[in-house]
């Protein structure tokens, strides 16, 4: 997304302009995903979290799991990732974002999902680790936790599933966050119709994704 406003004077000297080309057509090539499901079946967690953040957690887990497994049966060297947007909207990392972070990761240890083990990475402006190789396709890392640094010029397609735990005021933020994952890991659509889709699980009222 550029950081500069293109004026009259830019477009008349040819020094700038606008090239618009609609979703369905960058769709239809297999670059990006054919569409975002939200919450899919997440009502099927509700009895085993004890918060709105475990549930959506325990969602997004579980969709991982499913589409390793779709992966693995198409043949396709593909290990998807998560990842988790911790919840405040400052730069820092705040008082919030420290214990909402504690609990994600007691919660993914649960799992099996550890630092230690290389499958749990985290991305913030104070803290980074296992980040090395965790945009190949084959990498081991499973979930990403981060605040602002992914949502901007990074990219990772193996990267699938979304987990928001924060209320993004910014629509141009939000859309740059929810691009993260729409990337197909090899520019191609698969026949199983799940692999071509990118998941979001958010306890956030009122998200604006639209494709």
């Known amino acids: 997304t550029p950081l500069i406003k293109v004026d009259a004077e830019d477009m008349m000297s040819k ?28 009502g099927k967690y509700v009895d085993i979290a004890a918060s709105a953040d475990e549930l959506v957690i325990e969602a997004a887990l579980a969709k991982r799991a499913e589409l390793a497994r779709l992966y693995d049966e198409a043949e396709v060297p593909v290990n998807p990732l998560i990842l988790v947007q911790l919840p405040s909207d400052t730069e820092k990392t705040s008082t919030l974002d420290k214990s909402v972070r504690e609990e994600v990761e007691q919660q993914l240890a649960r799992h099996g999902i550890t630092y230690e083990n290389g499958k749990l990475a985290v991305w913030l402006s104070e803290d980074k680790k296992n980040l090395e190789l965790i945009v190949k396709h084959t990498s081991e890392v499973e979930v990403l936790i981060f605040k602002e640094a992914v949502a901007v010029g990074w990219d990772c397609p193996r990267a699938q599933v979304l987990v928001m735990l924060r209320a993004i005021r910014s629509l141009t933020f939000e859309i740059q966050t929810v691009g993260r994952i729409l990337r197909m890991p090899e520019a191609k659509h698969y026949e199983t119709a799940e692999l071509n889709k990118a998941f979001v699980y958010t306890n956030i009222a009122g998200i604006n994704i639209n494709n």
């Open 15 to 42: 020094k700038a302009g606008f090239v618009s080309v609609p979703f369905d057509e960058v769709g239809s090539s297999g670059l990006i995903k054919q569409e975002t499901s939200i919450n899919q079946a997440i």
